[in-house]
């Protein structure tokens, strides 16, 4: 979880108890910079995190989003430098991956939100790096950040999380017989079970619950947001939205959010790290002086890490967030997922 959620404290309890403990590469050298007191660029910060994360043992993963076009590829080799066991990549269509990975062992996960990209991905992988994906991320429209959906699509009935498992999971059974991880809104011990057994997933993953720990790297204003919010609180942000074109996720009471929905100034953007899609559906370099119906995702969500006070922090959070009643360690949180300390299953 980006920025600066999942970092190295938060991978490594994840690892120790058995999970995956992913790291996002979002804005990673800003932060290992400022912690280390020196600059870093992308490649080091990445390999740096990795590295710190794998001193506990067990398995990391770092989230490489495609629309931070910038630090895209040497996010992936700092990650292979500092010893990473996968890659997941996201937020756009990875298909243009460095040569580097042909011949790696890391593992490399696709994030889809549809069979039709899982088929296009897999078709580019096969092509450039001779290697399907070694499994593949379904993430439903209940998940936080950014969504794989039009706004209009996210509510409907027929993209619901167990529509899409399907196709997907006929597709990688036939096509290399990966396993298909499931995310967005899975939240209990009971939900876990219901997908691997009923459903026949391989795995979950899981966002907000562990954005709700300790051990995560969220602003302890976002933390209490997270326990305060109700379920009306939780929206799709489209207009004002995410530069990147895709609908994001939000808690509506936001600092953030509240003074984009009255802004008279332009967003501070200063970092412009993400691509930015333009009413013709072009890419280009986020900035400032364009972004007149986005907030700044950069500086908003490193002010929900309390990076920054550019500007106010915007909250993002999973479709079910407002489940969420306690602040946890991830050990406590793991005891509860795999069902050992009594607590309610859920709901
Ligand atoms: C605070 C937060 C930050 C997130 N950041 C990212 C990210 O940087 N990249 C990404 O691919 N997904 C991101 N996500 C999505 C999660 O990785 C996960 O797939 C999703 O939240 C699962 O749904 P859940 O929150 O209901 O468990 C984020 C989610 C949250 C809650």
């Known amino acids: 979880m980006g920025i600066g959620i999942s970092l190295a404290p938060l991978a490594r309890a994840v690892a120790r108890r058995?999970?995956?403990?992913?790291?996002s590469s979002a804005g990673l050298a800003a932060i290992v910079s400022k912690r280390l007191g020196r600059k870093v660029n992308d490649r080091e910060a990445a390999a740096i995190e990795v590295a710190e994360?794998?001193?506990?043992?067990?398995?990391?993963?770092?989230?490489?989003?495609?629309?931070?076009?910038?630090?895209?590829?040497?996010?992936?080799?700092?990650?292979?430098?500092?010893?990473v066991d996968a890659i997941i990549l996201g937020a756009g269509l990875p298909t243009n991956l460095p040569e580097e990975l042909a011949?790696?062992?890391?593992?490399?996960?696709?994030?889809?939100?549809?069979?039709?990209?899982?088929?296009?991905?897999?078709?580019?992988?096969?092509?450039?790096l001779q290697r399907p994906p070694d499994a593949v991320i379904l993430e439903g429209p209940l998940a936080g950040g950014h969504l794989g959906f039009s706004p209009q699509d996210v509510d409907k009935e027929e993209f619901r999380l167990e529509k899409l498992f399907g196709p997907v999971k006929e597709f990688a059974q036939k096509n290399g017989d990966y396993p298909v991880i499931v995310a967005g809104g899975i939240y209990y011990h009971d939900d876990i079970v219901r997908w691997v057994n009923e459903f026949g997933a391989d795995g979950v993953q899981m966002g907000t619950r562990f954005a709700a720990t300790y051990e995560s790297g969220a602003s302890p204003a976002f933390k209490q947001a997270i326990l305060e919010c109700k379920k009306e609180d939780i929206i799709v942000a489209n207009k004002p939205g995410s530069p990147c074109g895709l609908p994001f996720r939000i808690i509506k009471t936001s600092p953030g959010y509240q003074l984009a929905l009255t802004r008279t100034r332009p967003p501070k953007c200063n970092r412009g790290l993400v691509l930015r899609k333009d009413e013709a559906g072009k890419f280009t370099v986020c900035s400032a002086k364009d972004s007149h119906n986005s907030f700044c995702i950069c500086n908003v969500l490193l002010s929900a890490h309390g990076f920054t006070d550019k500007e106010e922090p915007i909250f993002?959070?999973?479709?079910?967030?407002?489940?969420?009643?306690?602040?946890?360690?991830?050990?406590?949180?793991?005891?509860?997922?795999?069902?050992?300390?009594?607590?309610?299953a859920g709901g």
Request: aromatic share 2%; with cysteine; hydrophobic share 45%.
């Open 103 to 128: 011949t790696s062992e890391v593992a490399l996960i696709p994030i889809v939100s549809s069979v039709k990209a899982l088929r296009i991905i897999q078709r580019r992988w096969l092509e450039r």
């Open 316 to 344: 993002t959070i999973g479709g079910r967030g407002h489940l969420v009643d306690r602040i946890l360690s991830v050990d406590e949180l793991m005891d509860e997922l795999i069902g050992l300390n009594g607590l309610p």
């Open 53 to 83: 994360a794998k001193q506990g043992g067990g398995c990391i993963a770092i989230n490489i989003m495609v629309a931070l076009h910038q630090a895209f590829t040497d996010s992936i080799l700092g990650a292979l430098d500092g010893g």
């Open 18 to 23: 058995g999970g995956i403990g992913t790291i």
